[in-house]
């Protein structure tokens, strides 16, 4: 296990010229602030206190991109990426894990069991599954051999991954269960010469001589919209990028052409969300968000009912990952070297780390954030005080909306 300390770092406290570049990050920062009164900081962890800023670090430039980032509180965490690399953060120390793959790893998920111990699972090219049980990794027999776009731990023995061609699977504790029977779009059905609002509705039918397909059911018997519509399977056959839910029985995936699709605990149904750009992820916290190409993030309001407008940036980045730090308190990454905290009314601060670099993930436990992308590259904020910083986490500290360097 590799592990890289504060002084590797340029910049760090105890790096060459450390001292010099602090006091100079220092007073920048003061100044920056003082430019920085109008530009709606957030709140910081003092009253009146401007926001700090984040802290980049970059501990493993060996690794060409960091895929994905899970936070399981504020002192662990775990990030994967290319050739098979997982790093473990604990109680501010970023380690490399030897999981046994040199795959790319496309996301990780996972619950903490006990302060020292916690159940992870990470997926990614090859139907590669592996788990983190017990200090160590071990790999699971491939589900298939597409990749594996993502996966949302429910517990230690239940977890949803989804990937190419549709895949859907899920983990019992002891095996990964194909869904197939489950993971299939819920189509209503139609006919035009018949209405809900005739004598012969949708219940009659049979008795108005249309035959229907043999895995035709009620689409909702106890819902109040249509209750005697008839609906039938359609087998999902795009990629699904991205899976979180709210609990075993609220799964939602996301993929191509605004597809969002929700598991109730019994099967998948296809949820109509009013656009066609694709989607790459999805975080459900307070809500439920969906985030995608041409600056797309959308709310869901409930069923087939998603804001598209309020939470939309005005911007032409592919969003990759959002995490919410409850409610409306959004942070997005991208495919661009920013990360945007969402201020209210449509509007999102932008805080710019280095051009051109694309951010793949973000995730978080309240404030405390990390983001990951290319070049091995970590970002954590925005709420790191300032003695933290000095005494903690190495790197170069970025307040609110401007970047410092050496």
């Known amino acids: 296990m590799a592990q890289h300390d504060s002084s590797s770092v340029p910049g760090s406290k105890g790096g060459r010229g450390g001292e010099t570049l602090r006091r100079g990050l220092t007073a920048l920062l003061l ?139 899920r983990w019992d504790g002891t095996d990964l269960i194909d869904m197939a029977t489950t993971s299939r779009q819920v189509v209503q059905l139609t006919y035009p010469e018949i209405t809900a609002a005739s004598d012969a509705g949708p219940a009659n039918y049979p008795d108005a001589g249309i035959d229907l397909p043999p895995d035709a059911f009620l689409c909702d018997p106890a819902g109040p919209v249509s209750p005697l519509m008839y609906c039938t399977y359609s087998s999902l056959t795009a990629p699904l990028k991205g899976v979180a839910g709210a609990g075993p029985n609220n799964v939602f995936a996301v993929g191509p052409q605004g597809s969002v699709y929700r598991f109730d605990g019994m099967a998948w149904a296809f949820d109509e969300t009013g656009t066609t750009r694709s989607l790459a992820g999805v975080f459900v916290g307070d809500g439920v968000f969906v985030v995608g190409a041409d600056g797309m ?22 969003v990759q990952s959002i995490y919410s730090a409850g409610g409306d308190d959004l942070f997005a990454v991208g495919l661009a070297g920013s990360v945007y905290n969402y201020i209210g009314n449509g509007e999102y601060q932008k805080t710019d780390i280095e051009p051109n670099i694309e951010w793949r993930g973000v995730h978080g436990v309240g404030r405390v954030v990390f983001a990951v992308g290319a070049g091995g590259r970590i970002l954590r904020g925005p709420a790191q005080l300032r003695n933290e910083f000095e005494e903690g986490d190495a790197g170069v500290l970025i307040p609110d909306g401007r970047t410092l360097r050496p």
């Open 31 to 169: 100044v920056g602030a003082v430019a920085c009164e109008d530009c709606n900081p957030i709140d910081g962890p003092d009253a009146g206190e401007p926001d700090p800023g984040w802290v980049l670090v970059q501990p493993f430039p060996e690794i060409q991109t960091l895929h994905d980032v899970h936070v399981l509180s504020d002192v662990r965490a775990y990030a994967v990426g290319t050739e098979g690399a997982v790093l473990r953060y604990d109680e501010g120390q970023w380690a490399q894990e030897d999981a046994g793959t040199e795959v790319e790893l496309r996301s990780v998920s996972g619950v903490a069991l006990t302060p020292d111990d916690e159940f992870v699972m990470a997926v990614g090219a090859a139907g590669t599954v592996i788990v983190r049980e017990a200090g160590s990794w071990r790999q699971l027999p491939a589900p298939t051999t597409g990749v594996l776009f993502g996966v949302w731990v429910v517990a230690e023995d239940d977890a949803f991954i989804v990937g190419d061609d549709g895949a859907i699977f």
């Open 297 to 318: 993030v959308a709310r869901r309001n409930g069923r087939d009912n998603w804001n598209l407008r309020d939470y939309k940036m005005d911007l032409p980045i592919y």
